[in-house]
């Protein structure tokens, strides 16, 4: 449930209640199941009930088959054929009896402001000043300086955050490259060696293999390394995770995936190389697909960069707004 949301139900939990003369009024985490299908049934049609925030029912008997059901981003009543959304600034002229009429449209506005807001920065006072006292306003106030404190600090938290993301990826990045630009014809045994290895060392942290790591290291996993794993692995579960959700403002990123892919090229070659003779086309041919690996990793750590540059230039633009 994101902050708008939270804004909307917090309005339907403390206004409806407000809006009811003779209804009966059920509000989220109250509201009962037979009477939520009875009146899908009758006016709202297909509603699922987690998006069910306030339900008021006009029957004698409370079967639930007229009234209103209000979700997070608009409502259904008796007699409308469709569902209103709040960004619609829809008001009532005239209401039955068992409703406030004032009370209503004066909910319906504050909703209005809220689901039309821009920023998720602004809060409850735009709503509060329109319909509430000098009271009501101040504490309205108080709310939005509240809250606008509170999403600074979790858009500094995220700046911090994706800021060690890009951190990590441009040290792996930067490793990769390494990798990539070895040529082969002017490597002596020295360079075979720190190439082999930090290959292996890299699939491995990456994927957090230990055993790949202890097999070609040629020693177990001291308490330091097996800490350095787990940080590794932690970092990229992290990015991992903030890549793949499908937003606006980009596609998903399978890093994760590209990680593992390079983990089996890589874990491939030492299976391989035990074979391998020391003929030069097989040398030639494990060096080669050590480089082709490291370099579809690269490319895609440079989509994960480029990702987290532009999701950091929209933080950043949130704390100017």
Same mark, same amino acid.
């Given at each position: 449930?994101?902050?708008?949301?939270?804004?909307?139900?917090?309005?339907?939990?403390? &206004?409806?209640?407000?809006? %009811?003369? +003779?209804?009966?009024?059920?509000? /989220?985490?109250?509201?009962?199941?037979?009477?939520?299908?009875?009146? %899908?049934?009758?006016? $709202?049609?297909?509603? =699922?009930?987690?998006? %069910?925030?306030?339900?008021?029912?006009?029957?004698?008997? *409370?079967?639930?088959?007229? +009234?209103?059901?209000?979700?997070?981003?608009?409502?259904?009543?008796? *007699?409308?054929?469709?569902?209103?959304?709040?960004?619609?600034?829809?008001?009532?002229?005239?209401?039955?009896?068992?409703?406030?009429? &004032?009370?209503?449209?004066?909910?319906?506005?504050?909703?209005? !402001?809220? $689901?039309?807001?821009?920023?998720?920065?602004?809060?409850?006072? =735009? %709503?509060?000043?329109?319909?509430? *006292?000098?009271?009501?306003?101040?504490?309205?106030?108080?709310?939005?300086?509240?809250?606008?404190?509170?999403?600074?600090?979790?858009?500094?938290?995220?700046?911090?955050?994706?800021?060690?993301?890009?951190?990590?990826?441009?040290? /792996? !990045?930067?490793?990769?490259?390494?990798?990539?630009?070895?040529?082969?014809?002017?490597?002596?045994?020295?360079?075979?060696?720190? /190439?082999?290895?930090?290959?292996?060392? &890299?699939?491995?942290?990456?994927?957090?293999?230990?055993?790949?790591?202890?097999?070609?290291? *040629?020693?177990?996993?001291?308490?330091?390394?097996?800490?350095?794993? =787990?940080?590794? $692995?932690?970092?990229?579960?992290?990015?991992?995770?903030?890549?793949?959700?499908?937003?606006?403002?980009?596609?998903?990123? /399978?890093?994760?995936?590209?990680?593992?892919?390079?983990? &089996?090229?890589?874990?491939?070659?030492?299976?391989?190389?035990?074979?391998?003779?020391?003929?030069?086309?097989?040398?030639?041919?494990?060096?080669?697909?050590?480089?082709?690996?490291?370099?579809?990793?690269?490319?895609?750590?440079?989509?994960?960069?480029?990702?987290?540059?532009?999701?950091?230039?929209?933080?950043?633009?949130?704390?100017?707004?």
């Amino acid at each position: 449930m994101d902050n708008k949301q939270k804004e909307i139900m917090k309005i339907v939990s403390t &206004s409806l209640p407000e809006c %009811c003369n +003779g209804a009966s009024c059920y509000c /989220y985490g109250t509201i009962p199941a037979d009477k939520f299908r009875n009146a %899908c049934k009758e006016y $709202a049609g297909s509603v =699922d009930y987690s998006e %069910c925030i306030g339900l008021t029912d006009e029957t004698v008997f *409370g079967s639930g088959k007229r +009234g209103f059901i209000f979700t997070f981003d608009g409502y259904y009543y008796t *007699g409308c054929s469709s569902k209103r959304y709040y960004t619609e600034g829809r008001t009532f002229n005239n209401l039955s009896s068992l409703y406030n009429l &004032s009370a209503m449209n004066n909910m319906l506005k504050q909703l209005y !402001q809220i $689901a039309t807001k821009k920023s998720g920065f602004e809060t409850f006072f =735009d %709503c509060a000043s329109a319909v509430a *006292g000098e009271f009501l306003n101040q504490a309205a106030e108080q709310i939005q300086r509240d809250q606008e404190k509170k999403d600074r600090q979790e858009t500094e938290e995220m700046i911090d955050t994706l800021k060690a993301c890009k951190a990590f990826l441009k040290e /792996y !990045q930067s490793i990769l490259n390494q990798l990539v630009e070895y040529d082969f014809p002017e490597m002596d045994s020295e360079d075979f060696e720190t /190439y082999y290895a930090t290959l292996f060392r &890299s699939a491995a942290l990456l994927a957090n293999d230990t055993e790949l790591y202890e097999k070609t290291e *040629g020693e177990v996993l001291s308490e330091e390394t097996e800490e350095t794993f =787990d940080s590794v $692995a932690e970092t990229v579960n992290l990015i991992s995770d903030l890549l793949e959700m499908d937003t606006d403002d980009h596609e998903p990123i /399978y890093l994760r995936q590209a990680i593992q892919a390079y983990h &089996s090229s890589v874990d491939a070659i030492v299976d391989e190389a035990e074979d391998a003779s020391e003929d030069y086309e097989d040398v030639v041919r494990l060096f080669n697909k050590g480089q082709r690996a490291a370099g579809k990793l690269k490319k895609k750590m440079k989509e994960a960069i480029s990702s987290i540059n532009d999701a950091l230039e929209l933080a950043y633009e949130e704390l100017d707004d």
